[in-house]
């Protein structure tokens, strides 16, 4: 069973960013302004660390918007999505994620569904879709409880993560216990998975995320029983993928990643990791900006005191609409501290 549903002691969440001490291990030539910025924690499941609180706001993880709504986030450990606007105000609505039992689910990755389709039963359309580490796939239309559409638990399916393609006719899903990417259909069925065979034994997809007409998804250690990562510095991987699955390249290897599963582009307006690919690590808590393109580290996000951010437990990064999830130029993160049984929801925006 994976980890989140395992570890549920309530533990006193003392701090949700972490300030590393010393050098960043890697970081290089900056582009495009300074690497000075600012953490603000938004909303937190416990008062004290945050703006906000939300109890439902647990081992927050996957995260989407629809072009101008609020955020919709994953509640791992509650098995709930809940909805924040850009400034951390908690939305009324709150909706049960569905698992392969009859408890909630232990969600992980959704997107928000801008098509026609992906029919809930056929019928109803579905404006945001989820996968849980039980592998379920399920959708939401109204009302307060996700549907599962496709319940692949009993092949041993363990989601970590999911994105859509450009087109919006294809589901990409990051099955860590086979290793493998499952693409699904506009009707939610099963099609096709993919990988990098050139990938070192050991290691499952992990993050996924589409950007542009490409599809990148990063690689974690997994653990014995190929159900939960292992952190390490150099554990990880970075790859592009086409959306019909075959490889468009090896973007970034070992290095400063570990665990690493958040994944964003940044605006040309995003200090020294302007139009960078940001990859967070759930490892270490680290934001490190990769050069798009070659795949050479930039630098590792700091804080204006020099020093690297750390945020606990870090998992879903992404720029707002514009709207009511904030600012195009800010990124918004989510995290699951204190081993993933607290949870956080906040922002990194470029010092003044």
């Given at each position: 069973m994976p980890r989140n549903f395992l570890r549920r002691s309530q533990a006193i969440f003392i701090a949700a960013i972490a300030i590393a001490v010393g050098g960043c291990g890697g970081s290089s030539v900056s582009v495009g302004g300074a690497n000075q910025f600012v953490v603000t924690n938004l909303v937190a499941d416990t008062a004290g660390p945050a703006s906000h609180t939300d109890p439902n706001l647990v081992n927050a993880w996957g995260m989407a918007a629809s072009p101008t709504g609020p955020w919709w986030i994953s509640d791992n450990g509650t098995g709930k999505t809940t909805l924040y606007s850009g400034d951390g105000t908690v939305n009324a609505l709150v909706v049960d994620v569905p698992g392969s039992g009859t408890a909630n689910g232990p969600v992980t990755g959704q997107v928000y569904n801008p098509t026609s389709n992906f029919l809930i039963s056929g019928v109803l359309s579905s404006k945001f879709i989820f996968v849980t580490e039980d592998g379920v796939l399920s959708a939401w239309n109204s009302g307060t409880?996700?549907?599962?559409?496709?319940?692949?638990?009993?092949?041993?399916?363990?989601?970590?993560?999911?994105?859509?393609?450009?087109?919006?006719?294809?589901?990409?899903?990051?099955?860590?216990?086979?290793?493998?990417?499952?693409?699904?259909?506009?009707?939610?069925?099963?099609?096709?998975?993919?990988?990098?065979?050139?990938?070192?034994?050991?290691?499952?997809?992990?993050?996924?995320?589409?950007?542009?007409?490409?599809?990148?998804?990063?690689?974690?250690?997994?653990?014995?029983?190929?159900?939960?990562?292992?952190?390490?510095?150099?554990?990880?991987?970075v790859d592009v993928f086409n959306e019909d699955g075959t490889l468009n390249k090896r973007l970034v290897s070992n290095g400063a990643l570990n665990a690493p599963w958040g994944l964003a582009k940044a605006p040309s307006s995003f200090g020294a990791a302007?139009?960078?690919?940001?990859?967070?690590?759930?490892?270490?808590?680290?934001?490190?900006?990769?050069?798009?393109?070659?795949?050479?580290?930039?630098?590792?996000?700091?804080?204006?005191?020099?020093?690297?951010?750390?945020?606990?437990?870090?998992?879903?990064?992404?720029?707002g609409n514009g709207a009511s999830a904030g600012s195009t130029t800010t990124l918004f993160f989510t995290a699951g501290p204190n081993d993933e049984s607290s949870g956080l929801f906040g922002s990194v925006a470029v010092a003044p």
């Open positions: 409880s996700a549907v599962a559409v496709n319940d692949l638990s009993g092949t041993g399916a363990i989601y970590k993560g999911l994105a859509m393609s450009s087109s919006g006719t294809s589901l990409y899903a990051t099955n860590f216990h086979s290793g493998m990417v499952d693409v699904f259909d506009g009707s939610f069925a099963l099609v096709n998975s993919f990988t990098d065979p050139s990938i070192p034994a050991g290691y499952g997809p992990f993050g996924i995320q589409a950007i542009g007409s490409l599809i990148y998804v990063s690689y974690a250690k997994q653990d014995a029983n190929k159900v939960d990562d292992v952190k390490g510095a150099g554990f990880g991987y302007s139009n960078a690919l940001l990859v967070g690590n759930f490892g270490d808590g680290k934001i490190n900006a990769y050069d798009a393109t070659t795949g050479n580290l930039i630098a590792t996000l700091h804080d204006a005191g020099g020093n690297p951010i750390v945020i606990d437990g870090l998992w879903g990064l992404s720029f």
